[in-house]
């Protein structure tokens, strides 16, 4: 299952892609990057039910059958984890410590959560959806809650509604029981831990959840208000990624070379993508591929004349999105240990 | 100022009452306990003005001399430190060792915050009012906000209007800088991080405030709702303690010794004080001394025929207050490192 993966932890497990490995639009299921909090639960199909309940009319269990019986959809959604990126930082900060692979796009096959809180008849005060996995443990920062917690994570109602899918296929498979089997939680544009896997309660709520996963872990301090305030993650931030040349890759000179990678953003398309080979002084237009489409990444490429004469060199790559936001050069310290979209320079030696 | 007093730490400044030397039912000025996250601000009552902002129509500003010019209110308030007792827990939490002093009771003088807000034409969507301080400074968890804060908390707005002073006098003096010069919000029956000092400006908003002291600091897992949720503190639990003997003391055989203390409770009156000299096994009903007052702690005393025998007692209160709750005899590891109201049995030599 995990041929090829980088170990980043075992026990949670936690699996990274090689990023010079990206090979297509769709990430093959055995390639993508695997993130858990906790020991993976073992759940039975049989046995498995997914509640609904909270501010609803009507709460009502469904099992694993029934909910292949519902009318599905297929979509493409890109999913990141918050943390993607985290070995680049300095100095060195707490937490798994991703490289570029922690990032992967996979189709997702499965039932609206709309449908299911249509059904449930949603009271009028509902204000947000609390989606609880099977995963569970203890964790340890202050003030630690007594006990194991599980792994759940809130949305607004009005995302819960629009975008979001309960999937038990990816890539056209049953999902496995690393990636949440029965079924997962997909949030399109959103970091990856709202897309909450071994999905097995979905709680309606009048009030703001403050779980652990939304107030000591997963958040930033927003300071868009008039005093700063802990928020937690949510939109994937812009961003290019380069899969080749790795950084330390050795490339002929007085050569083509094909920079490629793939680009995303949360909250809209990808527009641009630019390389450039002197840390920002200039940059060239790479070559998008492919379609737009909403929340799923955009391959790119680059046919770089490399120089003729031999050295290191540096290549960053940046994206800009339809906002025409491009990707910040500095970081903010606000965003703690996540979010981390500011420009990368790579270096290569041409020989 | 701080003779008498405990250093519990010098720099910022925290002094604790040893609380044997209760003598009555308001704390001195110069006996009461300090409370300082950050350097004590020095602020000049000429250019101090309180700023009133955010969800209101008519945002204005109020000079030192505007508020004493307003119609003014005097209450009694017992404020209590969150983290008072926390000396006592095992095993040894992080956090400033407070024993069993850092509480008081004063008498407050100042204009109720419902003038302000009611002159700031208040919108409909108005949810929260922040109170913010002048203190500000760097902190220390993670996610930690890059650059300084200030110290602010959140009420509800409902909170805000009918409960909250904003006090410039303390036991009819003038407010010293230790204590708030030159204004601070008394917000009665909470613990103490509520009543903010060196207020310099309110926020009216629109959405729940997430701030550092009502997130990361000054919370407690909440399990009340359908999963935990993370919440700022708030009420002041129900707490007898004993002044007189101190833990360790030595007392005379075969005599009458007056047992006594104080007692508190956020949301309710106390309604009975006992004491226990066999670990819990029976209780005894002590004298509560003067009148039942909202949101004031009430005195308490218990003549005790102490034993012909020599040898180690212990002793215990315990209150109740009018809800009929006592104070409970284990913690809650929920809790965290606040709001300590567990039996705290003290150890006496009788000889």
């Known amino acids: 299952m995990s041929e090829g993966l980088i170990v980043r932890e075992q026990e949670p497990l936690n699996l990274e892609m090689p990023f010079s490995s990206l090979s297509g639009f769709i990430t093959p299921n055995e390639s993508f990057y695997v993130r858990c909090h906790f020991p993976i639960p073992e759940i039975s199909a049989e046995e498995w039910r997914l509640t609904v309940e909270g ?9 694993y059958d029934e909910l292949l019986g519902m009318e599905s959809r297929t979509i493409a959604a890109t999913l990141e984890c918050a943390g993607n990126n985290r070995i680049f930082l300095e100095p060195k900060v707490k937490g798994v410590q991703w490289g570029l692979g922690a990032v992967g796009n996979a189709s997702w096959t499965g039932v609206p959560l709309s449908a ?4 449930s008849g949603l009271k009028s005060n509902a204000l947000e959806v609390i989606l609880e996995g099977a995963d569970e443990g203890e964790v340890d920062k202050t003030p630690k809650p007594a006990g194991k917690i599980s792994f759940c994570r809130s949305l607004p109602l009005k995302k819960a509604i629009e975008d979001v899918l309960l999937a038990y296929k990816m890539n056209g498979e049953k999902l496995s029981a690393t990636h949440g089997f029965p079924l997962r939680a997909i949030v399109p544009g959103w970091y990856a831990m709202a897309s909450v896997k071994w999905l097995r309660r979905i709680v309606v709520t009048d009030k703001p959840f403050n ?3 939304q107030s000591l872990d ?5 300071r868009s208000g008039p005093l700063p305030t802990l928020a937690p ?4 931030q812009t961003k290019a990624e380069i899969a080749r040349p790795e950084n330390g890759e050795t490339v002929a000179a007085n050569s083509v070379y094909r920079v490629h990678g793939a680009a995303w953003s949360g909250t809209a398309e990808i527009t641009r993508v630019e390389v450039s080979f002197d840390l920002g002084g200039s940059w060239q237009d790479a070559k998008l591929l492919g379609e737009p489409l909403k929340n799923a990444w955009r391959l790119w490429e680059y046919e770089w004349q490399t120089p003729a004469k031999a050295g290191r060199h540096t290549i960053i790559a ?5 906002h025409g936001i491009p990707q910040p050069v500095d970081r903010s310290g606000d965003r703690g240990t996540y979010m981390i979209n500011h420009l990368l320079p790579l270096e290569v030696d041409v020989s």
Do not use: I, K
Not at 233 to 236: G, I, N
Not at 318 to 322: E, G, H, K, Q
């Open 116 to 119: 299911l809180l249509d059904r």
């Open 233 to 236: 993650l949510a939109e994937q």
């Open 211 to 213: 779980g652990f996963y």
């Open 55 to 63: 501010e609803v009319g009507a709460p009502f269990e469904l099992s």
């Open 318 to 322: 940046r994206a800009t999105d339809s």
């Open 218 to 222: 997963y958040t930033y301090w927003d």
